[in-house]
């Protein structure tokens, strides 16, 4: 199979699956139609946004890694993050994120480089991480580039999941997915690069803490070197294989801690 030298994690917080179809996302629509989709992914209980983006880094469940809340513990005994694997292989790694939280997913030392950016006005910090991932692709083309797109989840805590507003922020999570997923084109690296759009978990009503089906179904999306083209996964899915998918694309072992699996459906021959 083709494996990839650059990966571009993109995470929109709370999107639900189902909420592809009503938002303008065209961007997300092409990588979908062109790479391996899975519309029945399954986060991780608790449902909220550290403990899933430890577990999607860290390739284990909450009662390995032990973050069970939005405060960090480092886990007991370590586990190293999809982030320490690339940086200790040699390769480059990047993070752009605007919840500060997120600052803890990897050990000290691991990023070569990280943009934080505090969430207010909320669609200009969208598109401004997102031209920011951009630019820093144009420039260093890291193997690893962690792109966080937070806008979704701030406003349906506001408003609700599925509302008119939620809508428009996927809408513009859409659209920064496409100012990064334009430059890596630019850059001359498309067929090279691999990309992958989830969540870190969905929602109702107004909230995810529930564990509801609402709440822990995902989009799992893989396109680009290395993915399937055009085919739809029906096999299980867990946040937890998305650290071993990306290792495995960039030819790398995954660490003995991690207990998930590559999504092997998703995967070319």
């Excluded at 405060?71 to 994120?97: C, E, K, M, N």
């Excluded at 809508?167 to 690069?193: F, K, M, N, P, S």
């Excluded at 999306?221 to 096999?235: D, K, L, Q, V, Y």
């Excluded at 650290?243 to 999504?263: D, K, Q």
Aim: glycine share 8%; hydrophobic share 40%; charged share 20%.
């Amino acid at each position: 199979m083709l494996h990839a030298t650059h990966v571009v994690l993109l995470v929109v917080d709370g999107l639900r699956p189902d909420a592809l179809s009503p938002a303008r996302t065209p961007e997300i629509d092409r990588l979908a139609a062109g790479g391996a989709f899975c519309a029945h992914a399954q986060a991780v209980i608790p449902s909220i946004t550290l403990p899933c983006h430890a577990s999607m880094l860290c390739g284990v469940p909450p009662q390995r890694h032990g973050v069970l809340s939005n405060v960090w513990l480092p886990p007991r005994p370590p586990v190293p993050s999809l982030i320490d694997l690339v940086h200790h292989a040699g390769l480059g790694t990047a993070s752009f994120f605007s919840w500060e939280e997120l600052r803890d997913l990897s050990y000290p030392g691991s990023l070569d480089f990280s943009y934080y950016r505090r969430r207010e006005p909320e669609e200009e910090c969208e598109l401004e991480i997102g031209a920011q991932a951009g630019r820093y692709f144009t420039a260093r083309r890291p193997a690893l580039s962690l792109v966080y797109l937070g806008m979704a989840d701030d406003v349906a805590h506001d408003h609700g999941w599925m509302s008119a507003r939620y809508l428009r922020a996927v809408a513009a999570a859409d659209q920064a997915i496409g100012l990064v997923r334009r430059a890596v084109q630019e850059a001359g690296c498309l067929e090279q690069t691999a990309f992958l759009v989830l969540a870190d978990h969905g929602g109702h009503g107004f909230d995810h803490a529930e564990g509801t089906a609402e709440d822990v179904t995902i989009p799992w999306i893989g396109s680009g070197a290395g993915f399937r083209r055009g085919h739809r996964i029906e096999t299980p899915v867990s946040i937890v294989d998305t650290a071993p998918t990306l290792a495995h694309l960039l030819s790398l072992s995954p660490p003995v801690e991690w207990s998930g699996r590559p999504v092997w459906q998703a995967l070319e021959p």
